[in-house]
Nanobody, 116 residues
């Protein structure tokens, strides 16, 4: 069984920064091909960023240039550095594999709230 534990969320003002972490445990051998997702109130969960490998990442247009995804395979931990935060970034953030046909159980997520 694979388990994801997200952390690092909080309340910050617009323009601020946060760094999220996702610790993976269980029968998962690599954090390659994993990503971050978010779900805002009343909206569907959406993909935010992809860690395909340490050399290859990808981002949703809404966060490109502001968010940076990285990972440490030795620690089986995925990170999301979020800068220049906007109120529309407010959501619960989750990590999971990128293959939507192979999603593992979702963690509890970490709440990010951007407000002045």
């Amino acid at each position: 069984q694979v388990q994801f534990v997200e952390s690092g969320g909080g309340l910050v003002q617009p323009g601020g920064s946060l760094r999220l972490s996702c610790a993976a445990s269980g029968s998962i051998f690599s954090i390659n091909a994993m990503g971050w997702y978010r779900q805002a109130p009343g909206k569907q969960r959406e993909w935010v960023a992809a860690f395909i490998s340490s050399d290859t990442t990808d981002y949703a247009d809404a966060v490109k240039g502001r968010f940076t995804i990285s990972g440490d395979n030795a620690k089986k931990t995925l990170y999301l550095q979020m800068d220049s935060l906007k109120p529309e970034d407010t959501a619960v953030y989750y990590c999971n594999v990128l293959d939507r046909t192979a999603y593992r159980p979702w963690g509890q997520g970490t709440q990010v709230t951007i407000s002045s």
